[in-house]
């Protein structure tokens, strides 16, 4: 008796782009993802809330006068999309923080990625090449 199985296996979608570390390559990175995300056609707005808040921080807090920051949007076998933002700098790792008060102007990026995102985490590894 011949059998024959066949698999289906999802192809692996990858983009990454260099931006600048301004408020225009965090706005950039923002229209870049759902455009990405458009023509992959997968949903785009909790990844563009996501991207948006994070390549705000990198262009803020990550920023080092002279280097890009990074935005990797992958999708793999299972379907999940993977969304990184590296910045150059590598003494300053975002951290998990309470509530701000009420009346501060900052400080909720980071609990917005972690009520969208299914998970999020810090990885070390280089930073974006120029």
Same mark, same amino acid.
């Given at each position: 008796?011949?059998?024959?199985? +066949?698999? +289906?296996?999802?192809?692996?979608?990858?983009?990454?782009?260099?931006?600048?570390? +301004?408020?225009?390559?965090?706005?950039?990175?923002?229209?870049?993802?759902?455009?990405?995300?458009?023509?992959?056609?997968?949903?785009?707005?909790?990844?563009?809330?996501?991207?948006?808040?994070?390549?705000?921080?990198?262009?803020?807090?990550?920023?080092?006068?002279?280097?890009?920051?990074?935005?990797?949007? +992958?999708?793999?076998?299972?379907?999940?999309?993977?969304?990184?933002?590296?910045?150059?700098?590598?003494?300053?790792?975002?951290?998990?923080?309470?509530?701000?008060?009420?009346?501060?102007?900052?400080?909720?990026?980071?609990?917005?990625?972690?009520?969208?995102?299914?998970?999020?985490?810090?990885?070390?590894?280089?930073?974006?090449?120029?």
């Amino acid at each position: 008796m011949n059998q024959e199985i +066949t698999r +289906t296996v999802a192809a692996v979608r990858h983009f990454s782009f260099l931006l600048s570390s +301004t408020r225009r390559g965090a706005r950039l990175a923002r229209r870049l993802t759902v455009q990405q995300l458009t023509e992959w056609g997968r949903s785009f707005e909790t990844a563009e809330q996501i991207v948006a808040e994070l390549a705000a921080n990198a262009a803020l807090h990550g920023r080092v006068p002279g280097r890009d920051f990074r935005l990797t949007l +992958t999708v793999g076998n299972a379907g999940t999309l993977r969304i990184e933002v590296t910045d150059a700098r590598a003494d300053r790792r975002p951290q998990r923080s309470e509530c701000p008060e009420p009346d501060t102007e900052s400080g909720r990026g980071l609990l917005l990625v972690e009520a969208l995102a299914d998970r999020w985490g810090v990885d070390d590894g280089p930073a974006p090449s120029l």
